[in-house]
């Protein structure tokens, strides 16, 4: 009677209290549509498979049935997504508290263990609430009409399976955590941060940690990593065939990093180009470039121009300048460089010297453009590191890479949240030391671990190849505070 009891009181906290408010939320807000909506909807050739094929499912299935009619001012199929979409969260948000009440049921009691169990139900859902009601945004990821609606709850699951595969490295664990990557990352490529989490935990685990060495299991990993990218390009290229006829990976991918090294580029930087000039592939490159430099210049969308935080020009650092200005005039020129600068302006390029190719051909020539002028650039910033130079562009890399960091696990104003966010980040490896060498939870702290590289690689990778704003960024915040709050009560 009493475990019967018990359950009952566990399916209240863990299910029930994620269904109520998720599914609650979704009927009361209803469909969510945001900037990005459109191309996935419209299967944009920018844009990875598996979301827009989600959202073409749910309509085929729709005017199979002669569904028709609009919902929130939206066409109704787009609510049945929100709702699949609120329900996944629900899922993610219960397994992780049986799944946290479980870890920490075999290292401490049970009232702890249940109450470590709601917790991760909390974290889960006061993220969300604070993304509807207090950040500017103003709404929860699990009713728009975007990637990370999918992304986010897959995220959870996937630091869940690795965990397991870690403590019990079996087939099922292995092959349903290898699928979690292919499919996450196919929804976000972003996602490609869970196969270097994978790796590098493995790498720690399997070959520098004496107690869990095991070369043959890191060797395996590295193998379905790398499995794990060719399938997740083939998958890509494989719809891009039957969708547009071409057997090629989505474009726009050099977009984030392109904004970047052009934030930070210099008139002077066309020579680099000039060597493409005569060629037939991109003929008068170098007055390409001159002409996406001379519009930033025009409209004020460089670093040069930033109000605050660049005032030491070159020798500004994040330790003399108001990195956080900068940081703010960047994420403000980010989306302008990429899609009112850069993009009409290959477009018209393209026009010119390749009138003969159709839509599609068109868009994988813009691409290939985009790359070239990104890789030279690239290049030139990455070699001007070694030889002192580059200052600017290591400058807005170190900044996007600590604004990462801040709002990760806080936000990056009022400035004292900044100071905050430091503390926050000792004291968790604090607790992680007091978890693995003082209180012996071996599973606490590798779940610590797991959590922490998560935010440390997604940090690092997105601050520095797109930029770091909120979205992309409290993947991990939920389980932060509750491994954090695991390293407190247990």
């Not at 956080?324 to 477009?347: K, N, Q, R, T, W």
Request: hydrophobic share 50%; proline share 2%.
């Amino acid at each position: 009677m009493f475990k019967m009891k018990h359950q009952k009181n566990l399916i209240l906290l863990y299910v029930i209290l994620p269904f109520l408010f998720f599914m609650g939320m979704a009927v009361y807000d209803g469909t969510v549509w945001c900037v990005d909506s459109p191309s996935y909807v419209s299967m944009d050739f920018t844009r990875e498979p598996v979301y827009p094929l989600f959202l073409l499912g749910i309509r085929r299935v729709f005017e199979f049935f002669d569904f028709a009619g609009q919902m929130y001012g939206q066409p109704s199929y787009l609510f049945c997504a929100v709702i699949i979409q609120s329900l996944l969260w629900v899922y993610a948000t219960a397994r992780l508290g049986f799944f946290m009440y479980r870890v920490a049921g075999d290292n401490t009691y049970e009232n702890k263990a249940r109450l470590v169990g709601f917790l991760a139900v909390f974290f889960q859902i006061a993220v969300c609430v604070l993304n509807r009601f207090v950040a500017a945004r103003g709404s929860m990821y699990s009713e728009c009409i975007m990637t990370e609606s999918l992304a986010m709850p897959l995220f959870v699951l996937f630091n869940i399976r690795l965990f397991m595969a870690l403590k019990d490295y079996n087939k099922l664990n292995v092959t349903v955590l290898f699928l979690l990557c292919v499919l996450i990352s196919s929804i976000r490529k972003q996602m490609l941060i869970t196969l270097l989490v994978w790796g590098f935990v493995s790498f720690v685990m399997h070959l520098l940690w004496k107690r869990t060495r095991d070369i043959r299991r890191f060797v395996e990993t590295c193998i379905l990593v790398i499995l794990a990218v060719v399938c997740i390009s083939v998958a890509d290229r494989s719809y891009n065939y039957v969708l547009r006829g071409h057997f090629v990976e989505h474009t726009g991918n050099s977009k984030g990093a392109l904004d970047t090294v052009l934030y930070t580029a210099k008139a002077e930087d066309a020579a680099l180009y000039e060597k493409y000039d005569t060629s037939e592939d991109y003929p008068k490159l170098s007055a390409l470039y001159t002409e996406i430099y001379d519009t930033l210049i025009e409209w004020e969308l460089t670093i040069d121009f930033a109000s605050a935080g660049y005032e030491l020009g070159e020798e500004s650092t994040i330790s003399n300048s108001d990195w956080v200005s900068m940081a703010s005039h960047y994420a403000d020129c980010y989306d302008v460089i990429g899609f009112d600068v850069v993009l009409p302006i290959c477009e018209e390029y393209v026009a010119e010297y390749f009138p003969e190719l159709d839509e599609v051909e068109a868009q994988l020539k813009e691409d290939a453009v985009e790359k070239v002028l990104l890789t030279e650039l690239m290049k030139k910033d990455i070699s001007g590191i070694f030889k002192g130079e580059s200052k600017a562009f290591l400058y807005v890399f170190k900044a996007n890479v600590l604004k990462a960091f801040v709002i990760s696990v806080a936000n990056i104003s009022p400035g004292i949240l900044i100071t905050a966010s430091l503390v926050i980040y000792i004291l968790y490896l604090t607790l992680m030391f007091r978890m693995g060498v003082l209180r012996k939870k071996e599973d606490i702290l590798l779940m610590e671990f797991i959590v922490i590289v998560g935010v440390f690689i997604n940090s690092v990778v997105t601050g520095s190849m797109i930029f770091p704003q909120p979205r992309y960024m409290c993947y991990s915040m939920g389980l932060f505070y509750l491994l954090m709050s695991c390293g407190i009560l247990l």
